[in-house]
């Protein structure tokens, strides 16, 4: 005689965030669009490629991988873009389902961008435009989970792309300037 088990699987809600808290920031939003942050960063050469980027007491290390002339001791410049673009979205995507009032249980986000670095960071490589050079084309693929139906996450998973700062920053020019320190 066999027995059969009915296993059902109970998946734990992720932290939620302050949803008042995210309410008030949103109306703060609305009567007044155009405010606007900075956000600054100190990054330090500490040697060959790798540097540590100081951020409100966080530090970020960069490197590049063996193959191109690095020690692999941390991320590539690229990877940590799309790093910040993965935890921007993973923000977005809590914060929209917060708005909804959908409890998430899973969000994975499982990025790819392809990066063409033909002039060898300007030091005598092939003569590209700007636009030839960097990251040119981002793959996110989300894995969620919660309490509403499939179509629901995917309007939050796009809404949250749409508004997404760093994909914006991404996808669209920005003013950009460069000089050195006085």
């Avoid at 309410?23 to 050469?45: D, S």
């Avoid at 040697?47 to 951020?55: A, C, F, K, M, P």
Wanted: aromatic content about 4%.
């Amino acid at each position: 005689m066999s027995s059969v088990t009915n296993e059902s699987t109970t998946k734990a809600n992720l932290r939620p965030i302050d949803r008042e808290g995210l309410l008030g920031f949103a109306e703060k939003g609305r009567n007044n669009p155009g405010a606007r942050g900075t956000n600054t960063v100190h990054t330090v050469v500490e040697g060959q490629y790798r540097t540590i980027s100081y951020v409100r007491g966080h530090e970020v290390v960069v490197d590049e991988p063996l193959h191109l002339f690095g020690e692999d001791t941390a991320p590539a410049p690229a990877e940590v873009i799309l790093s910040a673009l993965g935890g921007c979205l993973a923000v977005g995507i809590t914060a929209v389902a917060t708005w909804k009032q959908v409890s998430l249980s899973k969000v994975e986000l499982h990025l790819e961008g392809d990066i063409g670095n033909p002039a060898a960071w300007g030091a005598g490589g092939h003569e590209p435009s700007p636009e030839e050079m960097g990251i040119q084309a981002v793959r996110v693929r989300v894995d969620i989970e919660g309490d509403a139906p499939r179509e629901t996450l995917d309007e939050i998973v796009q809404r949250a792309n749409y508004f997404s700062p760093i994909g914006n920053t991404i996808r669209n020019p920005i003013d950009f300037e460069i000089s050195l320190l006085d």
